[in-house]
Nanobody, 122 residues
Framework: QVQLVESGGGLVQAGGSLRLSCAASGRTLSTYTMGWFRQAPGKEREFVAR????????NYADSVKGRFTISKDNAKNTVYLQMNSLKPEDTAVYSCATSSLWTVVQSWYNYWGQGTQVTVSS
């Protein structure tokens, strides 16, 4: 089992920044990818960003490319999502998840955090 705990969400004005954290514990050795996903009200959950646990390769959704940065601290078993130039359309519940594959397909992510709310006001 892997436990994931997100933090760092909140209310911010458009153009502002937030940094989300995702702390992993438990049996993390099989983790290959850690990803961030988000779900806005009335919409399906969508991929935001992912990072390879070993090596650090990253990948972003087009909607956040150039504004969001995913990073990791292996020693702390923590992944971060730095979000800059936030827009009202970034409002969503953000969740982190782990996969044993390099994938954006949600069904291949085995463990999920509870999510943290990000609200961007205009």
């Amino acid at each position: 089992q892997v436990q994931l705990v997100e933090s760092g969400g909140g209310l911010v004005q458009a153009g502002g920044s937030l940094r989300l954290s995702c702390a992993a514990s438990g049996r993390t050795l099989s983790t290959y990818t850690m990803g961030w996903f988000r779900q806005a009200p009335g919409k399906e959950r969508e991929f935001v960003a992912r990072i390879m646990w070993t090596g650090g390769l990253t990948n972003y959704a087009d909607s956040v490319k150039g504004r969001f940065t995913i990073s990791k601290d292996n020693a702390k078993n923590t992944v971060y999502l730095q979000m800059n130039s936030l827009k009202p359309e970034d409002t969503a519940v953000y969740s982190c998840a782990t996969s044993s594959l390099w994938t954006v397909v949600q069904s291949w992510y085995n463990y999920w955090g509870q999510g943290t709310q990000v609200t961007v006001s205009s």
